[in-house]
């Protein structure tokens, strides 16, 4: 079992930035953001490899986002500039020690979720 606890969540006006961080209770190999938004399915924000060096994003935070790895402390970050309204959702860290890539259904363990809010 792996316990994830996100922090980092808030208010920001749109154009802000903000910062998510992830910690796990060991290493995994794959961690990952989603995002669900009112009303919406749960979605692909980003995702990262043990090594730090395979990144991979959805294409809609591409450019505006960065997620990257301490190692050392079993955390996960994901940088988010640029903000824009639409980015206002419940974001969920995720983990797997098997799985890679944007599916809901590849990931074995979920944090309980920050919410993240974006005013205009």
């Known amino acids: 079992q792996v316990q994830l606890v996100e922090s980092g969540g808030g208010l920001v006006q749109a154009g802000g930035s903000l910062r998510l961080s992830c910690a796990a209770s060991?290493?995994?190999?794959?961690m990952g953001w989603f995002r669900q938004a009112p009303g919406k399915e749960r979605e692909f924000v980003a995702a990262?490899?043990?090594?730090?060096?395979?990144?991979f994003y959805a294409d809609s935070v591409k450019g505006r986002f960065t997620i990257s790895r301490d190692n050392a402390k079993n955390t996960v970050y994901l940088q988010m500039n640029s903000l824009k309204p639409e980015d206002r959702a419940v974001y969920y860290c995720?983990?797997?020690?098997?799985?890679?890539?944007?599916?809901?259904?590849?990931?074995?363990?979920w944090g309980q979720g920050t919410q993240v809010t974006v005013s205009s």
């Open positions: 060991r290493r995994i190999f794959t």
């Open positions: 995720a983990a797997t020690d098997q799985g890679w890539g944007p599916r809901v259904q590849s990931y074995d363990y």
């Open positions: 990262i490899r043990w090594t730090g060096s395979t990144t």
